[in-house]
C-alpha cells in the first residue's frame, strides 16, 4: 500500500457500492480505512454531517468528503492514476466508460442490485419488475461484450483495458445469483467477471447466502 496520506471509507462489506470503491482503492494500493457504516450509524448526527442523504459509500481524503461511489472512482482515478488507464482523457473513450457509470447507477441498480438487496435483506421493491430489467442488462451486456471480442479482441467493458467501468459494474452482476437471478445463459457475461477476478490486487466481496 502507498504511504500517502491515509484515506478512509465508510460502507458495508456487502454494499456493492461499498466493493466497488475498495477494489480501486486496493488496485491502486492506497492505504485506507474502512469504517463500517451500517444503518443506524448512517442515520447519526455525525454521519449525516459528511452525507445529508444518508448513504454509502462516503470517502474521506484529507479534509475532502466525497459520497456516490462512482464519483469516489471518478475522483480516484483522476488523482492517483494520471497515466489515464482507469478513467481514459481521450473524449470517445472517456464517453463509454460514462456510459457504463450510468449503466451501473441506473439499470444495474435496480435490476440485479434491487433483487439482490430484496432477497437478502427484505428491501419492498418491485421483484418481477428488478427480474426484467436484469434480463435486459444482461442480454445487452452478453451482445455488447460478444461484439467487442469478435470485432476488436477488446477484453473488458468499455476499452481494451480494464476502466472505472468494470469495477462500478462488476459487483452486483457478479452477485446477481444471490438475487435469484442466473448468469448461466452468459457465458461472454461470465468470462468477464473471471477476467475482472483475475486482476491484480482483485478483492472479492463476501458471498452471502440467500433464501431462493
Known amino acids: 500500500m502507498s504511504d500517502g496520506p491515509e484515506l478512509v471509507l465508510y460502507g458495508i462489506e456487502l454494499s ?13 494500493e492506497l492505504s485506507y480505512r474502512f469504517v463500517p457504516a451500517a444503518a443506524q450509524v448512517r442515520q447519526s448526527v455525525e454521519f449525516l454531517r459528511l452525507n445529508p442523504l444518508g448513504q454509502i459509500p462516503v470517502l474521506l481524503d484529507e479534509g475532502l468528503v466525497l459520497p456516490d461511489s462512482n464519483a469516489i472512482l471518478v475522483y480516484l ?4 492514476a494520471a497515466d489515464g ?8 473513450a472517456a464517453s463509454r466508460v460514462q456510459r457504463w ?10 435490476g440485479p442490485a434491487s433483487a439482490r438487496a430484496q432477497v437478502l435483506w427484505n428491501v419492498p421493491g418491485d421483484r418481477d419488475g428488478a427480474i426484467e430489467i436484469a434480463a435486459r442488462l444482461l442480454r445487452f451486456m452478453e451482445t455488447h461484450l460478444s461484439e467487442q471480442a469478435r470485432m476488436s479482441g477488446q477484453c473488458y467493458i468499455a476499452a481494451e483495458h480494464p476502466t472505472i467501468a468494470d469495477l462500478a459494474c462488476y459487483s452486483y452482476v457478479a452477485h446477481a445469483p444471490e438475487g435469484g437471478i442466473s448468469l448461466a445463459p452468459y457465458s461472454a457475461v461470465r468470462a468477464w467477471i473471471s477476467r475482472v477476478e483475475r486482476l491484480p490486487r482483485f478483492k472479492p466481496m463476501p458471498c452471502s447466502p440467500t433464501r431462493i
Open 16 to 28: 456493492g457500492h461499498t466493493h466497488r470503491v475498495m477494489l480501486l482503492l486496493e488496485m491502486l
Open 77 to 80: 482515478a483522476r488523482r492517483y
Open 85 to 92: 488507464q482507469w478513467l481514459p482523457t481521450d473524449a470517445v
Open 101 to 110: 457509470l450510468s449503466i451501473a447507477a441506473g439499470e444495474i441498480r435496480y
